[in-house]
């Protein structure tokens, strides 16, 4: 298969850009620089791009029903009125772990938001991660525990599987778990993909219409789709070696925007750190809004 065409579409150079949203209402595309606590609104009908910055590193955020925004900020998760700029606490689930932050999220087809933690920087010796779900009651459960760094959740398109991963080098690998979408309870987890070997290590991921998941190769400049069993079905090279998540956007959800990291040398690569598109043929599942 011929590489499809990936365009800059927003030089930016963030230094940890993440978390690519599309918003079917608004035609946009919204978008986290972590560290710098910036939330993004990209429109690529005219190509400009608004920022609020946050107090805290925003791992990740989920689009609400009513218009606000849930962000997974360092200390918690907040509701914050793009209007206003409010930020209305939530949950703080790791009050406790203060070298943890929440990292990689999103919401299943039922409107909770699932999210990953971390602590930053890594402790080699202990997983410090976890997995919680946050309900529309603001019942935030802990789901899952022993991650290095939560990363690469998606949901099957027929509600009925959960993917996450764990991007940290020793560990590189995606999971499969049987979903229950009635009472948002997971079980069975599997082995999706093992990355040893391959060139890039599992960080945001995302599932198109059809099934297939597709994994952010960081370190691996590329973008690969798994087909349900997890075989590699298709690798797309990137300009950038660490692209860090990708979403389904566009009018018919079938460009692939891809967020990037940029490390501290970028003799080869200029443009880490921004924003891409891939028109790969693909179509994806509109992302689902929080209905809390």
């Not at 946009?28 to 009908?45: K, Q, V």
């Not at 608004?50 to 009513?66: I, K, M, N, Q």
């Not at 960081?218 to 300009?239: C, H, M, Q, S, Y």
């Amino acid at each position: 298969m011929s590489q499809p065409d990936v365009d800059c579409v927003l030089d930016i150079r963030a230094e940890l850009g993440e978390c690519p949203t599309w918003s079917v209402r608004e035609n946009a595309l919204y978008w986290t620089d972590i560290y710098a606590g910036l939330l993004n609104r990209f429109d690529p009908s005219t190509g400009t791009n608004r920022v609020w910055t946050l107090p805290e590193p925003l791992g990740s955020f989920a689009l609400c029903e009513d218009g606000e925004v849930l962000v997974a900020l360092k200390s918690g998760i907040w509701r914050f009125n793009l209007e206003t700029e409010a930020l209305t606490q939530l949950a703080s689930p790791e009050a406790h772990l203060p070298g943890n932050r929440l990292n990689d999220g999103r919401c299943d087809f039922q409107g909770r938001f699932w999210v990953g933690s971390m602590a930053d920087p890594v402790d080699p010796a202990t997983p410090m991660g976890a997995l919680y779900r946050l309900t529309a009651d603001q019942s935030c459960t802990r789901m899952m525990d022993g991650l290095f760094v939560a990363n690469g959740l998606a949901f099957s398109p027929d509600g009925r599987t959960m993917y996450n991963s764990d991007s940290y080098a020793p560990v590189r690998t995606i999971w499969a778990w049987d979903f229950d979408a009635d009472d948002g309870a997971i079980s069975n987890r599997r082995v999706f993909v093992d990355t040893h070997g391959m060139p890039g290590r599992p960080d945001g991921g995302a599932v198109d219409a059809d099934g297939c998941y597709w994994m952010a190769g960081n370190d691996g400049w590329e973008i690969v789709r798994f087909t349900p069993k997890g075989e590699v079905e298709r690798r797309i090279a990137l300009p950038v070696a660490k692209p860090s998540m990708l979403a389904f956007g566009g009018p018919r959800l079938d460009t692939i925007y891809v967020t990037s990291i940029r490390p501290a040398s970028t003799d080869n690569q200029p443009q880490a750190g921004s924003l891409f598109a891939v028109h790969a043929g693909v179509t994806g599942v509109a992302e689902p809004l929080f209905k809390g």
